[in-house]
């Protein structure tokens, strides 16, 4: 999966597109992604020691991770993600569209010859 906790994603497709938000948690083998204000829900909850009031809580469902793309750092526009390789050996992320880098996502290592 090409998000990280903390990526700025917009939603493409469902009941909330266009919604712009942070990844607040990522479920890598479920493919679900949990966005800031998206796939919100009510939630009907029991009194209890933890929760005395009970009642409605409104939360952020996971929603699957084929319907947000990453939104573009320079443009604020969604975009793919790819991914390369920098000459001192470090992996990183960069958008598609534009080519900007995103992140580094591995240390450098020895570079092949």
């Known amino acids: 999966m090409k998000f990280r906790i903390d990526d700025e994603v917009q939603v493409i497709a469902g009941a909330d597109k266009g919604h712009k938000g942070k990844i607040l948690k990522i479920d890598r ?9 998206a796939g919100r829900v009510w939630k009907h909850v029991k009194k209890s020691q933890k929760n005395p009031q009970g009642g409605r809580l409104n939360k952020e469902m996971p ?8 939104v573009d750092p320079t443009t604020g526009k969604p975009t793919r993600v790819g991914f390369r390789f920098l000459d001192d050996g470090s992996k990183e992320r960069f958008a598609k569209a534009s080519g900007a880098t995103i992140g580094k996502i591995a240390p450098t290592r020895a570079v092949k010859k």
Do not use: D, T, Y
């Open 29 to 37: 083998a479920a493919n679900k992604i949990v966005v800031e204000g």
């Open 63 to 70: 929603i699957s991770a084929s319907n947000v793309m990453l």
